[in-house]
């Protein structure tokens, strides 16, 4: 079970949750397509592999340089996934974008952090989609992830190192027919998929912090609750705003008609977006419990003074009157 | 009439609304359609029934090896009904599910409770409707329900072993000429309009217990009411929450085409939306009454307060002057 | 000027909304199309009157058994009212329902009150509008009302006996000439018209109450006048109900296409639907006002309790001393 | 600067806004179309002008028969604009309002005053207007005011006499090219754009009001402004009325397709539709603030309490163990 | 980080927010187009340049008289872009409007300041922007700002001095190619995005204010912190509507049809209206946080007074009895 914040830790918290946001910040008067490298950037680790129906799906860690040098390798129906982790190397990180012909706006949002999440459809050439990727929670935190997939590759850039990936790719290693024989889109779901389960077991920890504060309200209310309280309600507010805007990229991935998304799999994303709805139902019903609280607060310190003026009321009763008889 | 509910129940009952949430749980990282065993599910028990226009409807209960079988036996227009409570028997439910083509993430669905509720129509293939059965309320509880109709079969897989359906297997045995005739549609309407009809005795229930809650707001409020309101209201969100996606995934048959669903048969479901929207609207009121009683109590408070103050103040009047003169 | 109510009226008031809201459950597991007598229905009247072009209008009063006899005597463009009052007698209702080939669920909905008021257009058959006939109010009260009309005809179902169609009836007995010459379903439209404007003066009593709250609230604010916005708002929660589905019922008839409804007669629906926006307006500007009314009350306590800190505080300034230098 | 509102005068007002809601009752049971005399109804003036092309714009006031022997008058792309200010004289305006053809449920609109605003297009024969005209404010009055227009011609119905369309009028005399040119529609433009500019001084006085009602509220906060900030509220609930309809009967005007307005002539509709938009946005936004000005009042209402209690504790906390002591 | 505000400063601030409101003020009765000097306008700088791919890019400041001059050297494919700053001189700003063929309305909108931010689409010959660009913050300052683009020209009028464009003019100095090859749009668009990003540092501000706030509600909290909160939610209030209006306008450019915004150019625009509801999701969560800091101011105040109630009857515990005895 959570155990409950503690008062020190709170200013901490909210200010935690500001921070985030700061990242959202545009260099004022740049232009468009400007990208500016990000001052505490995780440094750049960048992993290339190639899967495919022929050769059975070499497994190899690649640098830069060798990106090239594995597509010419490239078998008709084989996938390249180019996963770059952390930011720093910003350089690096464009020549390849610029490779994959990414449009200049497109580099600019994948690199810059801290944008809403959303998903474009640049025809037939390429999707991107933008996500926080949760890491931990609670207390809630998540990082920029964008996924970008077209004929024959997948990239991911992720703002810093994780392993979110992971089972993804142990199932890719195990020889997973179904995220072979589809191809790079099926393998961008995938990772898509894997992001939205992510959100899961955090949510799992908040509705245990509000069970467990809705227990600490009703059977030992505190005077300052109501601190916890509003950090529990901001943390909501921030996972809503993510949950909401991938939601709706979602949406955009199944209404847009493009020829990489093909009809069997639109029935993956319909689900990816089904899971995504469920998760923001669950935020928002949190979000409703948490505003209860609020009131569940505020009639226990009432209570509370009440019954402090019924001590000094009765008090006051006996022994006034009897000071007076004595007097 | 309903009983108020006693404060030591209350952390319990709030419990309960968590615990149930806490279904929703995607395994992180599994490959999409993977199915787990819930650890506390239900064993399995399976029911099939073969309802014909020309055989009459023979009635009898069967073990999985022998529904092929059945299947063998069934005449033209006649309708195979295969009824499964519990789902601690994954194997089974799968290879049932997979013989008659469902896809992977479907059967993902219904065997994995906790899902929101939803509709989807797989072409001509298969309808899939995924509902929370009302068990019982107030306090609410209700389980996972999944009912997927085809040419000629209708599929139920509930969470737990339950009678929701007797009245309408009775009809059938009973040789209702509509349920026989019309097909397997109309069966799988007849299911979720008997689901659909469960939540108004529970609905009517939670009218009764608002009823009580206000008069004893009214006539003897008492300092800890806010949190049985706080129950209340949490529990009335958890019915607006299943009921508003039912709604939804009920409009999405009306809007869909299928030729599964009969012009006809349209009126037979556009009747259960209105149901849905019915149950929704009385949610909504009793959901807004609640947040009434939020202000009706924090007045009480207050008053009592007041009250008290008074008491203390015409006290104070009488006997600190007097006490001063005999001082 | 309506008068205010007082408290030991108030547990009543509220019982009688919760009750009016019983009648809309549904027999659990009956089949679809299923109808009960309600156990305190009032006894069936009907009344069957033809109006035409050619005979002048035979004004008279009919059993069952006569109608279909009256129905021979039909003129081209004559039009036949069948207002069935009280639904005691489900079994002559049925006959009658069925002889103008009403939908199962149709018979259903109008005979089993508590509905949702809402329009269904049959093609070019029938149109069914389900209604709330405004009774009384406030405190508002209100019955199921049920009209059909299709080519030739117009069939009401009252929930209770009533008067709410007499002035159309004696329109309709004077010769007004456009009730007769534009049919079944300008008839039809005047008896929607007559149930909407009902509802006007029955909102003025709620502006005239509304008014004297708030005057009372600023003039002379009583502790418990609580409870008497609690009621007012959970009436004026009823009005909105039932205005907010009539007036989407009315959209209804608008939007969709049927020969039964002319584009002449088009405006006259349209002038109905703009009535029943404006009802809506007010209802919720009565509602909003209504709130603001908790806020005046919440801060007339808070007053009141600070008056009388602020006599115990200037006494206690002016004896403690006192009695202290004394002392 | 405007100024505060006294406890006197409130209910008062309020009472004047229930009042105006009142006019829109409608006669119960009365035929549609059916048209009444408003018991306190203005005396009839008509005034009516030919303004052409050719003629160069005769100025003159008529009574009743003059109309038709203006009309006869009427040159080629001339403009006929009969004015009616005051709906007393039921009699003669039902004659002029027939003898340009408008339907009865339009002439029943415009004489039964305290209509909700809205626009309709009756094809190319001519379009209504509902609007409500401002008088002044704060404290908000208004009177209905419906403008019709059609090939040549523009009628107006005042409910009170007024001056609202004094500059429209001089522009006219004044030979103004672009009103006589460009025809009826454009006149009635004109006039549209006279009455929404006629909301811009008055909701200035309720921002000035606001303003002046935050500056009490933080320098000098009065126990009783709850009454004040409840008629600020209801005022401005009053004025978003009117402004609601009115932005969506403009909408109307530039959906519907009518020969009368024609595409030059929709930038100008659709400037009055932006202008009806921003006076929205502007009481949104008063409203918003008027309800954060009940937590401003509530805030100060306990900090008040707060003091007293502080006076009385730190009394208490010298004199009474000082009495002990003493004693 | 941003400093808290205090009192004093608090009127003074509303009163700006209210009276930048006022500007919006329209003179009633005033023809349509009627254009009026404002009273306190900044001194009119105009400045034009002429852009081109050939000549590449003369870089001089004219007056009002060699715009048309500048416009005869004109090449093809190169871009004039007009600069005024300074809503002074109106008779030269209209002629400056005249020539480039705008719309009365249009010329209106862009004088008269104050109004709501928007977009039109003038078929091909050009589209008008209206947005506010923001001056500074907190608190927050802003003066209207006009783009009109056609084909060849770019005209900004600006209300007052300001240095916004610097940026844009020094990347097209600098001799971009992307700004100089696309086009009026591309420039168009540039400006835009200049000033939408201008929004970021802003609502940073508002973030480290929100920040401080929550901080020092929880460590510190002052009794009048309310006015603080009142202003805070004042001025995000004011920044939404901005923002609000900013986002729609950026929809029309995206939805409406013009040859004048080619598709590889929308791409640009969806940029802007994506940084544009991201800045609106900001103040969303900010203004909800700021809901939030009531809540705990209201909770904290309650908290004082109790602890203040427990002092006095701790006090009165103690002493009352013993004084008794001592009696």
């Known amino acids: 079970m959570a155990t409950l914040i503690h008062k020190p830790a709170i200013v901490q918290r909210l200010r935690k949750i500001t921070r985030k946001r700061k990242h959202a910040r545009q260099h004022v ?34 640098e830069l340089g060798q990106i090239k040098q594995l597509q010419q390798q490239q078998a008709d129906g084989s996938i390249l996934w180019v996963d770059i982790q952390g930011l720093a190397n910003v350089t690096t990180i464009i020549s390849i974008a610029q490779h994959f ?24 050439d390429y999707v991107v989609v933008l996500m926080r990727e949760p890491c931990a929670g609670p207390p809630f935190d998540s990082e920029q992830l964008a996924i970008v997939f077209g004929p024959g590759f997948v990239l991911t850039f992720q703002e810093r190192h994780g392993d979110i990936f992971n089972p993804v790719r142990q199932r890719l290693s195990a020889g997973s027919r ?31 912090l509000t069970e467990a504060m809705e227990q600490k309200a009703i059977e030992e209310p505190a005077p300052d609750m109501i601190t916890e309280i509003h950090v529990l309600k901001r943390e909501l507010l921030e996972i809503r705003r993510a949950l909401w805007s991938q939601r709706e990229a979602l949406n955009v991935l199944l209404r847009d008609d493009t020829a990489l998304i093909s009809d069997p799999l639109k029935i993956y994303f319909r689900d990816c977006a089904d899971h995504s709805f469920q998760l923001l139902d669950l935020v928002e019903s949190y979000r409703e419990v948490s505003q209860g609280l609020v009131d569940l607060h505020l009639s226990s310190v009432s209570n509370r003074m009440s019954e402090i003026m019924k001590v000094l009321t009765v008090l006051a009763t006996i022994f006034i009157p009897m000071t007076f008889i004595a007097g």
């Open 29 to 62: 008067g740049a232009a468009p397509g400007t990208i500016f490298e990000t001052p505490d950037a995780s440094e750049t680790n960048i992993r290339a592999q190639l899967y495919g129906t022929a050769s059975g799906g070499a497994k190899e860690i690649f």
């Open 101 to 124: 012909n990414l449009h200049p706006l497109v580099i600019e949002d994948v690199v810059n952090v801290g944008q809403r999440p959303k998903a474009e459809v640049h025809d037939n």
């Open 178 to 208: 179904r995220l072979r024989d589809i191809g790079a889109a099926y393998l961008g779901y995938s990772l898509i998929d894997a992001v939205i389960d992510g959100y899961f077991p955090i949510l799992e920890g908040y509705g245990d």
